[in-house]
């Protein structure tokens, strides 16, 4: 069964600190990972993309991880803004067709 | 630049009552084209996609249907709303799949149901 599963659900940090989200998947076969932000009430917005062959992508503060053997991606975000407050979802497409998993998202909470 | 529109913002319907959600979009053509429900707390569900006019795949059995009149325009609609279609939907579109790799989706507003 194709599935991608997040954690922690929720999580509060500090503003300045850092936090890294983690997301398992059994989608297959695999052909890309992607990382959203969704703020509050808002649509989701990429982050970062990463296919079979990159294990690491940066945007920014954030930087993507997979390891396509163990199925686990991370999301690391550094030096955290009260702007990085959202959810974020982690996406698993299987090639060949539109089969495409979402994770049930990550809360982020940054105070002040 | 490819903008995707969706109305209206938020919407509160009575049980039993019709539903009619329009998104469109701007700045390219021949769009996939999808409609998510998000459940508060849950991941997105994928309830219809489209790859040309008129033609509606449903990913779900549901209260629900879909139709894309134009090459940029998908509808999501009810005859009757159920308490249970309350939610946050999201139109969504991407460009043509290439063989064996999924294109990004870009995301709408979303739209706020409240089903009383």
């Known amino acids: 069964k194709n599935q991608v599963e997040q954690s922690p ?4 940090i500090l503003e300045g600190k850092n936090c890294t989200l ?47 053997d163990t199925k686990q991606s991370s999301l690391h975000i550094t030096a955290s803004q009260l702007s990085d407050s959202a959810s974020y979802i982690c996406v698993v497409s299987a090639s060949g067709g539109f089969k495409t998993i979402f994770g049930a998202g990550t809360r982020l909470f940054v105070k002040a | 630049s490819q903008t995707i529109h969706q109305w209206p913002a938020t919407l509160v319907q009575p049980v039993g009552s019709p539903l009619s959600l329009e998104c469109t979009v701007e700045g390219t053509s021949n769009p996939n084209l999808y409609w998510y429900r998000q459940a508060a707390g849950r991941g997105l569900q ?23 009149p134009q090459d940029r325009q998908f509808i999501l609609s009810s005859k009757k709303l159920l308490l249970s ?32």
């Open chain 1, 9 to 12: 659900q929720s999580l509060i």
């Open chain 1, 22 to 68: 983690q997301c398992n998947y059994t989608v297959s076969p695999f052909s890309n990972l992607r990382w959203y932000k969704q703020d509050t009430g808002r649509g989701p917005v990429s982050l970062t993309i990463m296919t079979f062959s990159e294990n690491t992508k940066s945007n920014g503060r954030y930087t993507a991880t997979l390891d396509a």
């Open chain 2, 46 to 68: 994928l309830l219809f996609y489209s790859v040309g006019i008129g033609q509606i795949s449903s990913e779900v059995p549901q209260n629900l249907s879909a139709s894309r």
């Open chain 2, 85 to 116: 279609d309350s939610g946050f939907y999201l139109c969504a579109w991407s460009g043509r799949l290439t063989t064996g790799v999924q294109s990004e989706q870009f995301f709408g507003p979303g739209t706020r149901l409240t089903v009383l």
